[in-house]
């Protein structure tokens, strides 16, 4: 990871000396991971870092470490910071208490440690920093641990009071940390972006890195005043403010975090509307006007794919390619993707559109669901056709900005769980889900595994899994795995596999290798 550092420190160098660049900054193009990215363009833009090395988000710290190992300043030429803690609470505290002084903040974690930080995410949110987190999936402790992937505790956290991003991929990663902090500092409420470990977060790929002109434009230095639109803020600040407010000032004191009555709190609680109500507006304006300097078009969903089908694929975060790839080679029966990269606030008018007419949808969701009979996405998702049914029923306005949808024209909704502890997602068990769905086959499905398989067992093996059989016939539909290998690249693609351990020596092989084939090849 240092190495691989390094040369997104080299990109980094060239960029700022770069004399001209494109009129939609494009940005400069690189071959990093998703960590790397990520903190190459939080180096530019923001102060300080809480940092944690005790858990998957330990590549982001690393990556930052080498940005402020060459740098002091950042593009605004404010001090370049971290302060590290042996745990996320720590980190995450710092961040905070950064962020109430008007510090530009962010903070790295993994989302299994989100679940020993719901007190502190309840109070950013509460007292409306405008923090920004970028969180790397990694699969909760069940059975045992795993160091793969799992959304469970991103999902968890999903009520914290953050809004919530979530990557596709490495450059996406880059983009929705601008974002985010677009939003954040003009909403006033935190954010947090997640990128996949295994697909995003270690993965090398060919990106294209902001450059100065357009933080600059699109976002302005944190010390700036503006104007306050917004009538809750006007109220609190006045028709202007600094960009990032000092809520803990010392010319001018004011009591942060008091202990309330019952009744004073109720009160305090029902105003968080004043500042959440309109976000989902405010994130669409921020990614379509990012989009519009950088030419990579953004919205909280996208649909792509046949516009006439019976059935379609919901998903989120790496899962979003390999979806859209598999529709894009199966030509006979290839189904509508819905790819979201919101899911707080939800958007449920785009999605309950997007889905309207279909017969049946699998909602792939990298989490469990063992006491739940849907995932935690899929009942995002079945809430938001829910309002969409009740506002055909009782009327257009009974559920604000979402479509008025009868239940008849509404689709099956199967849950589909996916990529436990960093398994891949194979583009044979997508075929075969879809077929699964043409089948009439309503789930729930485990993407990747196959129950009760056979062939060349001993004995033993053989007794235990008949008796899985007898005692549970169900798990044989529910295991979703196909056989056959699907090349899904376009005609003429090469292929080159590095494997690596995160710090291992020799980890600089993967991002030269990288770098070489991105120069000899003309692209990833």
Request: glycine share 10%; net charge neutral; proline share 5%.
């Amino acid at each position: 990871m240092a190495s691989l550092t390094s040369l997104g420190l080299n990109w980094l160098r060239s960029l700022f000396a770069a004399a001209e660049v494109s009129p939609a900054f494009s940005g400069m193009a690189a071959v990093l991971d998703g960590a790397s990215a990520v903190a190459i363009t939080e180096a530019a833009l923001a102060e300080v870092a809480g940092l944690s090395g005790a858990d998957a988000s330990r590549s982001l710290a690393l990556a930052w470490d080498g940005q402020r190992a060459s740098r002091t300043l950042n593009l605004f030429d404010r001090p370049l910071d971290d302060l590290a803690s042996s745990d996320p609470r720590g980190a995450l505290s710092l961040a905070i208490g950064l962020s109430l002084g008007g510090i530009r903040a962010t903070a790295f974690c993994s989302s299994a440690s989100l679940a020993t930080l719901s007190d502190l995410l309840s109070r950013a949110a509460g007292q409306h920093l405008p923090l920004v987190m970028h969180v790397v999936a990694e699969g909760l402790p069940a059975q045992g641990i795993s160091r793969g992937s799992g959304h469970e505790g991103f999902m968890a956290a999903a009520d914290a009071g953050w809004f919530q991003l979530v990557a596709r991929n490495a450059q996406e990663a880059s983009d929705l940390a601008l974002v985010a902090r677009w939003v954040a500092e003009r909403a006033l409420v935190p954010g947090m972006v997640l990128m996949d470990g295994e697909e995003t977060a270690r993965a090398v790929a060919d990106l294209r890195l902001p450059d100065p002109r357009l933080i600059a434009t699109y976002l302005g230095a944190s010390t700036e005043s503006i104007e306050v639109a917004d009538p809750a803020q006007r109220l609190v600040f006045g028709p202007t403010r600094r960009r990032t407010p000092r809520w803990f000032d010392l010319d001018n004191p004011a009591l942060v975090g008091a202990t309330y009555t019952d009744e004073n709190f109720a009160l305090a609680a029902a105003g968080n509307p004043f500042f959440t109500d309109g976000l989902l507006a405010i994130l669409r304006e921020g990614m379509e006007a990012l989009g519009k300097l950088t030419g990579r078009t953004l919205a909280p969903v996208e649909v792509s794919g046949p516009k006439v089908t019976s059935y379609g694929v919901l998903c989120a975060g790496s899962a979003v390619e390999s979806a859209q790839a598999i529709g894009r080679f199966d030509q006979t029966g290839s189904a509508k993707v819905v790819a979201l990269r919101v899911l707080r606030p939800f958007p449920s008018g785009d999605v309950a559109n997007a889905l309207s007419g279909l017969k049946a949808v699998a909602v792939l969701d990298r989490s469990r669901a063992d006491l739940s009979s849907d995932t935690p996405l899929t009942r995002e998702v079945r809430a938001a056709l829910s309002q969409a049914g009740e506002n055909a029923r009782f009327g257009a306005n009974t559920h604000a900005q979402v479509p008025a949808i009868p239940v008849a024209q509404q689709p099956l909704l199967v849950s589909a769980s996916w990529g436990m502890g960093g398994q891949a997602l194979r583009p044979t068990d997508l075929q075969k889900l879809l077929s699964a769905l043409e089948d009439g086959q309503r789930g729930p499905f485990t993407v990747g595994v196959r129950y009760g398989a056979v062939g060349g067992e001993s004995p033993a093996r053989a007794a235990v899994l008949d008796a899985v059989k007898t005692g549970w016939p169900s798990l044989a539909r529910r295991g979703v795995r196909g056989d056959a290998w699907i090349d899904i690249r376009p005609q003429g693609s090469i292929t080159f596999a590095v494997f690596r351990r995160e710090g291992s020596v020799g980890g600089d092989v993967a991002a030269g290798l990288s770098h070489t084939l991105v120069a000899l090849m003309g692209g990833g």
